[in-house]
């Protein structure tokens, strides 16, 4: 090549290398000590929202009073399916995020504690939100620094499910297989599991592992995570005990392989789910899955419990969603808006309005929504009860009893608190819970890999956000 | 004219001498030449060489999108030989392509000459080969736990019909990688359409005196048409190698993407999906660009490997 | 042999990959003389077992997709039933899909996308491949290597610095950046058409000139309609990744009205996901919608370039 081909290849290299240093220079955050959040502002624009679906009428019944508080002025858009991490990221990389995002409580904490979020003290002191209706451990999950960054949506927590039929013909009852009692729960599915060579054909109880990681914990005692979100405790005798004492359930089953296998090939949402089809005879598991089963399966027997720790007290790992505004967004104020109204006491109530309409009309029992927000779950709770009377269902309905399960556990739930390294944390005991249930290690070798590797990720999180 | 005999491509250094007008010529082909390369050459730079110093840069920052990037040197690259998951990931993948490249090209291959045999009918199966490539990746994900279910698969199910017990594909360390070495055979429906194009290309003559001098269909294959398609076979070998190192959406959809589950398995944890989560979902793009780079030096190292290799095997039909 | 091929005998064997390693080399393009007598002639049990042999591998290709397709016309609760033939046909799904999604603006944006970014990337890819194959200049070796060395580059490389240069453009959140990238030529189809262009007859291309075409009609006049074959096999793999592309529309689209059809059926599966009511049926029904005309194109396209390859060529 010419000699002046290599210095103009030279020169254009050190140009870019230059140019590359002046990128990735983080985001700019937004200042919106000027901003009115008062709910009488008249308000224009497009507001920008990423994360969220209008699934179900729960979605566009206070989707339409938001759009309202919001007036005709305002065009809202909305990238619709679960937060996309890499499309989130990439926005707000390019300094063009949405003004609002939709996300789990979890990543709002994670978001929060890395800066990405506005903090929403002006917002909600604006709006005239009062956070003190809200949970506190939703509210906990989403403050970092003493700080509120997210407005709590939903609270989804554990129930203990049984099949009447199962139970019955072993002789056994719901407190056998609610948590309380782990030798009896240990009978109780060795007594209900029914194999046919190394077929699986009835699963007796089904501890739900890896997921439902932190209920086993939590019935056990203790905590996978401290308080504060800095020290991780998965190498706890008592969090080993519990994983050895979930996974061991899967013994009689034929193993995690066979378990898995039934998992993966059942037809949860259909006419012959497990419960239905009589292949399951318990299970901790999420609270909306009684909708389902009410819905394609109402006739099945089935009995409802809160999950029970060793003591005997009700105990749930809560989890939900939350709203919150990226630090750099354009229109905080009309994300502000949105966000209060979506999760105001008005909003829900009429959403459940609809949710109970929906169930006179076929007959069915509305089994609730947790809403994280404590004024409206006492209200819904209430307007739930008195359909239920309406309807003629006494206490032992079991779709009463289910109400009253979910109700209960809502008031013991417990959430993981904020921290910056919440995805490595939760990989961290993933990894762990699963090496176990694959065959690949003890629990406690697993759990002490886990644990080093959890406490390394949230020292340097934490050494991040408090540099 | 410029049909000569000679054998080095640079300018002017062969048996022909070198005349003013050719020196001439010469220019204006390199400028014609150039102006055609040019669209490639404008979206190398702009798309692949700005991002890949961007990237190259990055390697050497901390730096996860919400704050500035912190130069950290080689912290990175030092971290990366050390991280257990970064090794073990490599060594899923090297293994998933040591399986799948030779039982693509193998397959493939195989597809590729019973098609050329099969005359009218050939253009509904072609289709049907290429079927699966064109099926959204979030079906064959939910697909794959369906079929290779371990109690109630159709794999396991057809297995039961001689006998075998089939393995927990879904779950078995030993048996995920396997299950989806068999599940992207699945898609070679584009392998198939190359070497089905080569094969129309090979002279119908060669095959024909071969037959008359008395060569079986199997002779025949391997003396005549293996050769005169090697360099497709190096072409299909080399693609699906890169594409091997490259693995994500089908062990991603099945093992680590649907979002309401916990469940994990090491045996399928590729790469390119440790990277993705790196830099995505803990956010640490410097330790991620990292990653990409040490794969881009692998996968360079081991296709200059394979050219070397194929020099020996490969027929070139110019170069007789 | 070798004076009758595009270099002038040189496909380089003593420098690297590049040269003489490709997909398609077509030694001698004839008409008629390379036309296969009709199979079948002389071992009829031979065709027969090829058909069987055939047969079986359709059909452990088929049945995933004959899966989906029974799924689509089965109510929610039997989705999966495993039952290859619905016990309840119902045509509800595909009403649904119509109703909760805005499928048709999907499909036109899928459309508008997949026709942009196949026709952009044939063409150009064509021009770069035939400016490395017709010509000779010093460093072309060099320079196809470096074609070749981007594919190999991870594409989480490049993914976050090329949403910024698009943003800069003002562009994110339209559909441009979805097929704009395919007007610079792509390093695959690049090596395939060279590899392809390497193999036409050089005399042709002498005799074309020698009737005064200058050097942009060689390629647009007479080297493009020779190598039709791998132009179609070009335009169909390019479609086919255009239109299942999910990455792209994942970093630029935000409205859903902007949606391709795989970023809206993600869509549908995340949002459901959130209640945990995962609609499967509707999933398939899109999954299957998605996938038909991806298989008409290929059955029409596939014809083509088979039928190609036997026509074109000059008497060599």
């Given at each position: 090549m010419s000699v002046r081909r290599s210095t103009t290849g030279c020169g254009a290299v050190l140009a870019v290398a230059l140019l590359a240093t002046g990128c990735a220079s983080g985001i700019q955050p937004r200042d919106d000590s000027q901003v009115d959040y008062s709910l009488d502002v008249h308000l224009s624009g497009t507001l920008d929202t990423m994360g969220f679906g209008l699934g179900d009428d729960v979605a566009t019944v206070r989707d339409a009073d938001a759009e309202r508080a919001l007036g005709h002025d305002v065009h809202v858009q909305m990238a619709q399916g679960a937060l996309d991490t890499q499309a989130f990221l990439s926005a707000v990389a390019a300094g063009d995020p949405p003004d609002l995002v939709y996300a789990s409580r979890d990543d709002i904490g994670s978001l929060a504690t890395q800066g990405a979020l506005l903090p929403l003290d002006r917002c909600l002191a604006g709006s005239g939100t009062?956070?003190?209706?809200?949970?506190p451990t939703a509210l906990a999950q989403v403050t970092a620094d003493g700080h509120v960054y997210g407005v709590p949506e939903f609270n989804q927590l554990q129930l203990a499910m049984a099949s009447t039929r199962l139970l019955d013909r072993d002789g056994l009852t719901m407190a056998d297989v609610n948590g309380s009692d782990w030798r009896a729960m240990a009978r109780a599915n060795e007594a209900m599991t029914a194999t046919t060579g190394a077929r699986l054909d009835v699963m007796g109880v089904d501890a739900k592992l890896p997921d439902s990681f932190w209920l086993w914990t939590l019935a056990n005692g203790a905590r996978p995570i401290s308080e504060d979100g800095r020290t991780a405790h998965l190498d706890d005798p008592r969090v080993v005990e519990a994983v050895r004492f979930a996974v061991s359930l899967t013994e009689p089953e034929g193993g995690f392989d066979r378990v898995k296998a039934v998992r993966d090939a059942a037809d949860l949402f259909g006419e012959d789910n497990p419960f239905a089809a009589g292949e399951l005879g318990a299970e901790p598991m999420d609270n909306w899955y009684v909708n389902v089963l009410e819905d394609v399966s109402p006739d099945v027997r089935l009995q409802f419990d809160a999950f029970r720790d060793r003591r005997g007290e009700p105990i749930a790992f809560a989890g939900g969603s939350a709203w919150a505004i990226p630090v750099n967004a354009a229109d905080p104020q009309l994300a502000c808006r949105y966000a209060v109204t979506m999760t105001s006491v008005q909003a829900w109530e009429d959403a459940a309005r609809a949710r109970l309409a929906e169930g006179t009309k076929s007959g069915k029992q509305f089994t609730g929504l947790l809403t994280a927000n404590t004024v409206a779950d006492a209200r819904i709770e209430r307007m739930a009860l008195d359909q239920a009377a309406e309807q003629g269902r006494g206490g032992d309905d079991q779709w009463v009893q289910a109400v009253r399960a979910i109700y209960t556990a809502n008031e013991h739930a417990v959430s993981a608190p904020a921290n910056p390294a919440a995805a490595e944390f939760a990989k961290a005991w993933q990894d762990g819970v699963n090496r176990v249930l694959n065959g690949q290690a003890s629990p406690e070798a697993a759990m002490r890999d886990a644990q080093r590797v959890a406490q390394r990720a949230l020292d340097e999180g934490w050494a991040e956000q408090d540099r | 004219m410029t049909t000569t005999a000679g054998r080095s491509t640079t300018t002017g250094r062969t048996g022909t001498a070198v005349r003013p007008g050719a020196r001439r010529a010469q220019n204006r082909d390199t400028r014609n030449a150039l102006l055609f390369i040019s669209p490639w050459i404008v979206g190398f730079l702009v798309f692949t060489l700005w991002p890949v110093l961007q990237s190259a840069w990055l390697s050497m920052t901390d730096y996860d999108v919400l704050h500035a990037a912190r130069w950290v040197g080689w912290d990175n690259y030092v971290e990366l030989v050390q991280d257990p998951k970064v090794a073990m990931s490599m060594g899923n993948t090297l293994l998933f392509t040591v399986l799948e490249v030779p039982a693509h090209v193998a397959v493939s291959l195989a597809l590729a000459l019973l098609l050329d045999r099969a005359g009218r009918a050939s253009g509904f199966f072609r289709t049907v080969f290429f079927l699966p490539k064109m099926t959204p990746a979030v079906a064959v994900g939910a697909l794959f736990l369906l079929v290779f279910n371990g109690q109630d698969g159709l794999v396991n199910r057809a297995l039961a019909l001689v006998g075998i017990d089939g393995p927990a594909w879904t779950t078995d360390p030993a048996w995920v990688k396997p299950g989806l070495v068999v599940m992207s055979l699945w898609t070679v429906g584009a392998s198939v359409v190359i070497f089905l194009a080569a094969l129309r290309a090979v002279p119908r003559d060669l095959l024909e005196s071969a037959t008359l001098d008395g060569a079986g269909p199997w002779a025949r294959t391997r003396s005549i048409t293996l050769p005169l398609i090697s360099p497709s076979i190096f072409f299909v070998t080399v693609v699906s190698t890169i594409a091997a190192f490259q693995t994500f959406t089908e062990s991603y959809t099945a093992?680590?993407?649907?979002?309401?589950?916990?469940y994990g398995n090491d045996a399928a944890l590729f790469y390119s999906i440790y990277l993705f989560q790196q830099g995505f979902e803990y956010l640490h793009m410097g330790f991620a660009s990292a990653m990409a780079w040490v794969l881009f030096l692998v996968v360079l190292v081991v296709t200059l490997v394979q050219v070397r290799v194929s020099r020996r095997l490969v027929h070139y039909e110019g170069g007789e | 042999m070798s004076a009758d091929t595009l270099t002038g005998g040189t496909s380089s064997p003593d420098t690297s990959l590049p040269a003489g390693a490709g997909p398609v080399p077509p030694r001698q393009v004839r008409t008629g003389a390379t036309r296969r007598p009709r199979t079948g002639g002389r071992r009829p049990w031979a065709r027969a077992l090829t058909v069987v042999a055939l047969t079986l591998c359709a059909v452990v290709f088929l049945y995933p997709f004959v899966w989906l397709v029974s799924a689509s016309f089965k109510p929610r609760s039997q989705v999966f039933d495993n039952a290859l033939v619905p016990r309840t046909f119902t045509l509800d799904n595909y009403v649904a899909i119509w109703q909760s999604a805005p499928m048709g603006l999907w499909i036109a944006n899928t459309l508008l996308v997949t026709v942009l970014a196949t026709a952009a990337v044939t063409i150009t890819s064509a021009m770069v491949a035939w400016g490395f194959a017709y010509y000779r200049f010093p460093g072309r070796n060099a320079l196809f290597g470096l074609v070749l060395a981007t594919?190999?580059?991870?594409g989480a490389v490049t993914m976050i610095p090329t949403f910024m240069i698009w943003n800069a453009l003002g562009q994110s959140g339209t559909l441009t950046p979805l097929w704009a990238g395919n007007l610079f030529a792509s390093a695959f189809y690049v090596f395939l058409l060279r590899q392809f262009f390497l193999g036409l007859p050089r005399d042709t291309f002498e005799a074309a000139k020698i009737d005064g075409a200058n050097d942009l009609r060689l390629f647009w006049s007479v080297a493009l309609p020779l190598c039709r074959p791998a132009l179609v096999v070009t335009a169909l793999f390019e479609a086919q990744a255009s239109w299942t592309d999910l990455m792209k529309p994942l970093i630029y689209l935000r409205d859903s009205t902007t949606f391709t059809i795989p970023r809206g059926l993600k869509a549908m599966v995340d949002q459901f996901g959130f209640g945990g009511e995962f609609h499967w049926e509707l999933i398939v029904t899109a999954s299957v919608i998605t996938t038909v005309p991806m298989i008409v194109l290929f059955f029409v396209g596939q014809r083509q370039f088979v039928d190609g390859i036997a026509t074109t060529g000059t008497k060599g």
């Open positions: 009062d956070t003190r209706q809200f949970r | 093992f680590f993407g649907a979002s309401s589950s916990a | 594919m190999m580059l991870p």
